[in-house]
């Protein structure tokens, strides 16, 4: 309940953004530079002398956008990896694991700044890098879990009936490991939300728009640490923060109640 509160708070901050403040986020001098918190800018001003506040509510909805379409997608691809995998088998199976078993030994942040640097700053850049690496967990998983669900005497009897391998595959073992995809997509999107906030407090995020881990770069970037503008710092850190927990404490609240194992 503690990480549906955060979520949903944060989701209501991205839907009501125009209604939370006056200031335009890209908008600058609309206060001196520098300035700390008042009544006016309650997160004070960057160097810029644009609303930080302002800056704060838009960058949740790059942040979230990323995060939540990274994860579908991952899950998406991880998914049918594991099913087609999982199910038939064979020379299929092995190239699957064996290029998993690659991109896993492969280290994954210097790769990923090396790519985000080649293909230029992108939002939809650093989707299709977190995509890359993000999907080779979730279909280690969802293959385990099929090698055992095939087994069962349900499929022998659909494989006796007559049903082809794709509808035993999507009506059959499919439903039976949507309790284990939910909780694998509720934590990929806190992958996806760090790993953009990484690869943009590096520099390798796209400046045209404001996320929190834009916000970060900036900061650094432009002296907030050695000015000690911890108005500048601390409220973006706090939401990724909070975000990830968000996330995580429902993706393990998903598992619990999904596994009974884990509540014994």
Known sequence: ??????????????????????????????????????????????????????????GARISLMVG????????TVGTMVGLLSGYFGGKLDEFFMRLIDVMIIIPGIPIMVLIA????????????????FGWTSIARVIRSQVLMIKEYPYIDASKAAGAGSFRIIFDHILPNIISLMLPQ?????????????????????????????????????????????????????????LVGLGFTFVGYALNDIFNPRLRR
């Open 68 to 75: 939540l379409v990274a994860a579908s997608v991952n899950v």
């Open 185 to 241: 997509a509720i934590l990929s999107v806190v992958g996806a939300i760090l790993g953009e906030a990484g690869l943009s407090f590096l520099g390798l995020g796209d400046p045209t728009h404001v996320s929190w881990g834009m916000l970060l770069y900036y900061a650094e970037a432009y002296g907030a640490f050695l000015r000690k503008a911890w108005w500048w710092i601390i409220p973006p850190g706090l939401c990724i923060t």
């Open 1 to 58: 309940m503690v990480g549906l509160i955060i979520i949903l708070f944060f989701m209501m901050i991205v839907l009501m953004a125009p209604m939370l403040t006056q200031w335009d986020p890209y908008k600058m001098n609309t206060g001196p530079p520098f300035s700390p918190p008042s009544s006016e800018h309650p997160l004070g001003t960057n160097d810029m002398g644009q609303d930080l506040f302002s800056q704060l509510i838009y």
């Open 117 to 132: 640097a080649y293909l230029g700053p992108s939002i939809w850049n650093i989707i299709f890098i977190l995509v890359i």
